[in-house]
C-alpha cells in the first residue's frame, strides 16, 4: 500500500462549483498534513496545513483531516478558472529532529468559465 | 516577496554527462532540500542540507548525486553521469526551520537526458 494516495484526476468543474480533493493515507506517524497548488512549470506553493483532526478555513478553502480514517480533503468554494492548477497533499512525520514530507500524486484541476 | 530561484529553467543534457543545477534558497534560510517530480509522477523528495552538511538523503539518491553550498548564496545538486531516467523537474526548497514543514518551492529546473 503506497503511503499517500491521492487520485490523480483530472478533474474538470465549472466556475463556480465547489470543488472537494482527498488524499488517504496509511502511516498513522504523520503530524502535520499541507494542501500544495502547483501551476504548470512552477513549483508547489504551500495553501493550507493543519495538525488536528478537523476542519480549517482560509478563505474559499477549507482543509479537513480525519485521523482516524487516514483521509484529508481540500474543499474549494466558488471555484475560479484562477484555481486551475495541481493541487498536491502532503503530509510530514519528524525524522530525525526533521520534519520529512511525502507528497501525493497530485490532482489537477480544471475550472471551466 | 522573498523567493527561491533556480537555474537554468530547461537543461537538456546528453546521457552520461554531468549536470549542475543551481538554485539561490531565500537568504535567511539555514535548510536546503532537493525534490524531483518525474512527469506524471509524485514529487519525491532527494536531499536535505544543513550547516553545509547532508541530513538526510532518499534511496533516489545515491553516489550519482551531490549537492554543495560552494559560496553563501548558492546551493547546488550536481549529477555526475546523467542516465535517461533521470529526467524530471528538480525542485530546490528552503525553510527557517527544520520542524517547519512549510518550504519555499523554486520554479525547477527541467532536465531533460537524451
Known amino acids: 500500500q503506497k503511503e499517500v494516495e491521492q487520485d490523480p484526476g483530472p478533474l474538470s468543474v465549472p466556475e463556480g462549483a465547489i470543488v472537494s480533493l482527498n488524499c488517504t493515507y496509511s502511516?498513522?506517524?504523520?503530524?502535520?498534513f499541507m494542501w500544495y497548488r502547483q501551476y504548470s512549470r512552477k513549483g508547489p506553493e504551500l495553501l493550507m496545513y493543519?495538525?488536528?483532526?478537523g476542519n480549517k478555513e482560509d478563505g474559499r478553502f477549507t482543509a479537513q483531516v480525519d485521523k482516524s480514517s487516514k483521509y484529508i480533503s481540500l474543499f474549494i468554494r466558488d471555484s475560479q478558472p484562477s484555481d486551475s492548477a495541481t493541487y498536491l497533499c502532503?503530509?510530514?512525520?519528524?525524522?530525525?529532529?526533521?520534519?520529512?514530507?511525502?507528497f501525493g500524486t497530485g490532482t489537477k484541476l480544471q475550472v471551466i468559465p | 516577496e522573498p523567493e527561491v530561484t533556480q537555474t537554468p529553467s530547461h537543461q537538456v543534457t546528453q546521457m552520461g554527462q554531468e549536470v549542475i543545477l543551481r538554485c539561490v534558497p531565500i537568504s535567511n534560510h539555514l535548510y536546503f532540500y532537493w525534490y524531483r517530480q518525474i512527469l506524471g509522477q509524485k514529487v519525491e523528495f532527494l536531499v536535505s542540507?544543513?550547516?553545509?552538511?547532508?541530513?538526510?538523503k532518499s534511496e533516489i539518491f545515491d553516489d550519482q548525486f551531490s549537492v554543495e553550498r560552494p559560496d553563501g548564496s548558492n546551493f547546488t545538486l550536481k549529477i555526475r553521469s546523467t542516465k535517461l531516467e533521470d529526467s524530471a523537474m528538480y525542485f530546490c526548497?528552503?525553510?527557517?526551520?527544520?520542524?517547519?514543514?512549510?518550504?519555499?518551492f523554486g520554479s525547477g529546473t527541467r532536465l531533460t537526458v537524451v
Open positions: 526548497a528552503s525553510n527557517t526551520d527544520r520542524s517547519n514543514y512549510g518550504y519555499t
Open positions: 493543519t495538525y488536528s483532526s
Open positions: 502511516n498513522s506517524a504523520f503530524q502535520y
Open positions: 542540507f544543513y550547516n553545509n552538511e547532508i541530513s538526510e
Open positions: 502532503a503530509m510530514s512525520l519528524n525524522s530525525g529532529g526533521y520534519q520529512k514530507v511525502t
